[in-house]
């Protein structure tokens, strides 16, 4: 571990105007390395009984009927494995029924979801994505959840993760790491290296080009991936404070260090497939499987794109150096979890279900099929991690900052507005100043 921690904040400490409430210690946000970690160890418990207890246990062991489970896993991996997870659900009293939904329209159009909602058991994210939902009470209070079964299996830090308000609204699922992936044998073919810095970055690029590779994959057509390259850029180039204060609506879109952010980006936006707004994140992804296209920014779940027998092939590095200040302490590692919905039709057997979701069991499981993530649950088997898995842990357990995401580090209804502003200047970078112009004045507005 290199020094303190820093986490995605709590808002009380950067001024978000959260009306009556605010955060736990530490935020509902991204947690610290060795919290986030839990897979390595927990730091809160002892080891007696630690992943035994894969029913839930407790009160919820009753449970009976039928429960609906939503699902915004529609990526092919993702999908077999989370059927396998439920189809493994060890209490057979209980029926569960999945109901399936398009990832991008499931996220936004969440709220509306949450207010008639199909389902009793929902996948959402920690950070500030669970305010709006919690705030509104539209989840579930599964604070006996954690105190039945899950304070032995999951650290502090996630449980802060999964915090408002002083009670729990999730269970934590899943975690990864963004950076920037490629497949080792094409890079092998040509004598590529990662970079440590931007000007080695741009040598790179320059010189997969004249060999006839596009540098970079790109698909914008969800509007969050270039959310990935913006916060690379941003706290490489000017800090993690920064980024966090700017994310706060305490610093300004249109400052010069800001616009120094979207004009490094341009110098790379020649290296990048053309027209990404109007290609999804997986058919970019596509093109690096298919050795096509060199590399990409992206989470550790474009792994779940790569036949598992060419998957050791994949590999990733840190997004380089842009000031020797900040060098690369600032690591992106999003949290993915469970929520139940405030009214749920059977809620004894939601719980039961949440509480599996969060053991070692499940979670062993999941992975065993879709292995782009690490998982957060004592117990967890990370002996069977693949290289990819290892590397990403110890990635996020040496960073000296953890962010979640931008559109889990700030309000939700301004990220929104920042995923259409990074679309527009995408497709024109000449037009950056009044595109932020307008961001800004939104920034004002929302946060």
């Not at 879109?253 to 110098?267: L, Y």
Request: hydrophobic share 40%.
């Amino acid at each position: 571990m290199s020094g303190r921690v820093l986490r995605s904040p709590n808002p009380s400490q950067v001024g978000f105007p959260l009306t009556r409430r605010k955060f736990l210690v530490g935020g509902a946000s991204a947690v610290g390395a060795a919290a986030v970690l839990a897979a390595c160890g927990s730091d809160d418990t002892t080891d007696a009984g630690a992943g035994d207890d894969s029913s839930g246990g407790g009160e919820a062991a009753a449970a009976s009927g039928t429960v609906r489970v939503g699902s915004n896993y529609s990526d092919a991996k993702p999908n077999e494995a989370l059927k396998a997870v439920l189809d493994a659900f060890p209490n057979k009293d209980v029926t569960i029924e999945l109901n399936e939904v398009d990832h991008n329209t499931y996220q936004e159009q969440i709220v509306a979801y949450m207010q008639d909602p199909p389902d009793d058991v929902a996948p959402w994210f920690a950070a500030y994505r669970l305010v709006p939902l919690a705030s509104a009470g539209l989840l579930l209070d599964i604070s006996d959840v954690w105190t039945n079964s899950l304070d032995d299996i999951l650290s502090s830090g996630f449980k802060q993760a999964s915090t408002y308000d002083g009670k729990q609204y999730l269970v934590p699922w899943t975690f990864y790491s963004w950076g920037i992936h490629y497949r080792k044998s094409v890079w092998d073919s040509v004598g590529a290296t990662p970079p440590e810095d931007w000007d080695g970055l741009l040598a790179l690029c320059n010189e997969l080009q004249g060999q006839g590779i596009t540098p970079f994959a790109s698909g914008n057509d969800g509007r969050w991936p270039a959310m990935g390259t913006f916060d690379q850029i941003n706290f490489r180039l000017n800090g993690y404070q920064y980024h966090v204060d700017l994310m706060a609506g305490n610093e300004s879109w249109t400052d010069d260090r800001t616009k120094e952010v979207f004009a490094r980006w341009a110098e790379i936006l020649p290296f990048h497939q053309e027209n990404p707004n109007g290609r999804e994140w997986q058919d970019a992804g596509q093109a690096v499987v298919d050795g096509e296209v060199a590399m990409m920014t992206i989470g550790n779940f474009v792994g779940d794109l790569f036949p598992a027998e060419e998957l050791d092939d994949l590999d990733f590095f840190p997004f380089p150096t842009l000031n020797d200040e900040h060098g690369q302490d600032t690591v992106e590692a999003p949290i993915d979890g469970w929520v139940v919905v405030a009214e749920p039709q059977n809620e004894a057997a939601a719980k039961e279900v949440v509480a599996y979701m969060g053991t070692a069991d499940a979670q062993n499981t999941y992975l065993s099929i879709a292995p782009g993530v690490q998982a957060p649950a004592e117990g967890v088997d990370t002996s069977a991690y693949n290289a990819l898995q290892q590397k990403s842990a110890e990635l996020v357990q040496n960073a000296a900052n953890v962010t979640q995401f931008l559109d889990r580090d700030t309000l939700p209804a301004f990220a929104n507005e920042a995923g259409q502003a990074f679309a527009d200047f995408l497709n024109d970078p000449s037009n950056i100043d009044s595109i932020l112009e307008d961001l800004q004045s939104k920034a004002e507005a929302l946060l």
